[in-house]
Structure formats: structure tokens, C-alpha cells
T-cell receptor
């Protein structure tokens, strides 16, 4: 079974700084999808960014980008010019392309942006 | 566009009472449906998923059950709640047959069993 590990339970940075959240996963598959979700204090789960494993180019969405290292099974999220509204729990998630479409989540990183 | 509705938002129930959480999806047919639980503000644990009516899979043995009475309706139930059932429950859907389709989540239900 696939597992997703987020080794940073909490992080804190100053507004406008750049922060990188780490995520590693374990799978024997060659093709899969990876996602980052954000959960603000409202607890709504919001998709931040997604990456297809067969694409070498790292995904970007405005201030959010990923560093996808397939061989290392690493999928980190970089937030540039961080804003107070980025304060949230961030979850890394894995979806296999075999069998049912299920997301496996990491334990999350609580990110606080300080003014 | 697709939307998902989940209710109630908050629920306080005594131990031993029944439970029914409901989730409906609009704007798409035959979605994949999911129930996740989040304990203590940490990771999400998949409880049930469904790829169609009468096709429901359970991921972990527990005191809960799920049903899908209609194509876009997913219900999480319990006959007798336990204290350990307290948590934040999230319903989600994805588009059938598309691994690139992310999960879209409802607003969640905060369940407190007293």
C-alpha cells in the first residue's frame, strides 16, 4: 500500500517570505498523481496544485510551485511571497492509477504566516 | 459546474445514539463518492468509497456504515455511536474514470459524541 509522509508537523514564516513544505511517498508504480491540498481554519479542503508523475515539468499555480523528484519519491510545495491567507494545514496526497480512484493523505503540515 | 453539499455542519450526539450524515453532488453523473474522517486536526483517513450504486467499499473496520441510495447521494450511518467516533467527517467526490480528477470536498461535519 502506498504511504505519504510529511515530516514537518509545523512551520512558521514571516509574511512575504518563501517557504517549502516537504512530502515523500512510497509506491512501486510508475504512473500516478500527486496533489497538495490546503485546509484553512474554516476546515474546507481546497486543492492547491496537482502533478502527473509522467510529466517531468514541475507544476505551478501562481505563487505555488512544486519540486517533483520522481526517483527520490519527493514532492515538495514552495509558496512564494507568502501571505497571511496562506495560514492553513497543508496536506500532500497520492492517487494511484491502478484500481479505485482513492487519495492517500499525509499527516499534514500546519503552516503559520506571521505579519 | 459540480458542487457538493454536506450536512449537518455540526452535530452533538450521546453515546449509543444513531448517526446519519448526508452528502449530495450536483452537476455530474455517476461520481465516485468518498467519506473521510479527520481526527484531532491531523491527516484524513478514508472510511468508505463508492464507484456506483450498490458498490461501496470499506477501508477500515469500524462502527460505521455507508449507503448510496441514489447516484449522487452518499450517507454515513451508525446504529450506536461510540466516543471514538468523534471527529471531523468529510464527504468528497471525483469524476468517474479520470485519475487526473482531484477530489472535491464538502464543508465537513464536526461530530462530538458525549
Amino acid at each position: 500500500a502506498q504511504t505519504v509522509t510529511q515530516s514537518q508537523p509545523e512551520m512558521s514564516v514571516q509574511e512575504a517570505e518563501t517557504v517549502t513544505l516537504s512530502c515523500t511517498y512510497d509506491t512501486s508504480e510508475n504512473n500516478y498523481y500527486l496533489f497538495w491540498y490546503k485546509q484553512p481554519p474554516s476546515r474546507q479542503m481546497i486543492l492547491v496544485i496537482r502533478q502527473e508523475a509522467y510529466k517531468q515539468q514541475n507544476a505551478t499555480e501562481n505563487r505555488f510551485s512544486v519540486n517533483f523528484q520522481k526517483a527520490a519519491k519527493s514532492f515538495s510545495l514552495k509558496i512564494s511571497d507568502s501571505q497571511l491567507g496562506d495560514t492553513a494545514m497543508y496536506f500532500c496526497a497520492f492517487m494511484s492509477t491502478q484500481g479505485a480512484q482513492k487519495l492517500v493523505f499525509g499527516q499534514g503540515t500546519r503552516l503559520t504566516i506571521n505579519p | 459546474s459540480q458542487t457538493i453539499h454536506q450536512w449537518p455542519a455540526t452535530l452533538v450526539q450521546p453515546v449509543g445514539s444513531p448517526l446519519s450524515l448526508e452528502c449530495t453532488v450536483e452537476g455530474t453523473s455517476n461520481p465516485n463518492l468518498y467519506w473521510y474522517r479527520q481526527a484531532a486536526g491531523r491527516g484524513l483517513q478514508l472510511l468508505f468509497y463508492s464507484i456506483g450504486i450498490d458498490q461501496i467499499s470499506s477501508e477500515v473496520p469500524q462502527n460505521l456504515s455507508a449507503s448510496r441510495p441514489q447516484d449522487r447521494q452518499f450517507i454515513l450511518s451508525s446504529k450506536k455511536l461510540l466516543l471514538s467516533d468523534s471527529g471531523f467527517y468529510l464527504c468528497a467526490f471525483s469524476l468517474q474514470g479520470s485519475y487526473n480528477s482531484p477530489l472535491h470536498f464538502g464543508n465537513g461535519t464536526r461530530l462530538t459524541v458525549t
